[in-house]
């Protein structure tokens, strides 16, 4: 079945420290890779997404994930942790010959403690 | 401003009465989503719509209803069918046009709480 996956329901990172939210996925064929941040009672907030090419991509806020086929991950890093960074973040991947369906993960609540 | 609009922001039910979700979006996006979502899970996909008066149910389309009449709205019914409605839902959409790879945009959410 294919899915996708965040190990950690929760990080805790101190303030301007690096943080890391781990995502790994299991699809056949070749994924559209997105993460997503969502704020206490808001919607979500795209952050970046990979395509092709580049295995590091940038996106909002500092943020950047890297894409590694062979471990098939997609980790959210950030060199330097803000206290505003606190929220719950989801990845999610969609298949490149899909009917435009998204496959979501669980979400894992980053906490960045003063 | 683009965006997309849910209304309204909180909701209460009582047990049997069907209720509607305002969903709008001024994106001119072809596809519009509904999700449900509840604590400590993922986004899960109640339907979906490419184009006007066409959709398909998602994952857990059981206990409700959506209609697309217009481009922009995209409402989503919770009837008395569905057993555990109470949740938050959001409504998204995307650029469909042949590129699987846009990402999609989320309204602000309806937390709905039956009573």
């Known amino acids: 079945a294919q899915s996708v996956a965040q190990p950690e329901d929760q990080v805790n990172v101190a303030e301007g420290n690096p943080l890391t939210v781990k995502c790994t996925y299991s699809?056949?064929?070749?994924?559209?890779l997105f993460w997503y941040v969502q704020y206490p009672n808001r919607g979500l907030q795209f952050l970046l997404k990979?395509?092709?090419?580049d295995n590091l991509v940038k996106g909002s806020y500092g943020f950047e994930a890297e894409f590694n086929k062979s471990q098939t991950s997609f980790h959210l890093k950030k060199p330097s942790a803000l206290v505003s960074d606190s929220a719950l973040y989801f990845c999610a991947v969609r298949l490149s010959d899909s009917n435009y369906q998204l496959i979501w993960g669980a979400g894992t609540k980053l906490i960045i403690k003063p | 401003d683009g965006g997309i609009t849910q209304s309204p922001k909180y909701l209460f039910r009582k047990e049997g009465q069907n209720v509607t979700l305002s969903c709008e979006q001024n994106?001119?996006?072809?596809?519009m989503y509904w999700y449900r979502q509840d604590p400590g899970q993922g986004l899960r996909l109640i339907y979906y719509s490419q184009i006007v008066n066409d959709f398909q149910k998602g994952d857990i389309a059981e206990g409700y209803s959506v209609s697309r009449e217009k481009k922009e709205s995209f409402p989503l019914t919770v009837t008395s069918a569905q057993k555990n409605p109470t949740a938050f839902y959001l409504c998204a959409s995307s650029i469909i046009l042949g590129q699987p790879y846009n990402e999609q945009f989320f309204g602000p959410g309806t937390r709905l709480t039956v009573l």
């Open positions: 990979y395509i092709t090419g």
């Open positions: 699809v056949s064929g070749n994924p559209y």
């Open positions: 994106l001119n996006h072809d596809a």
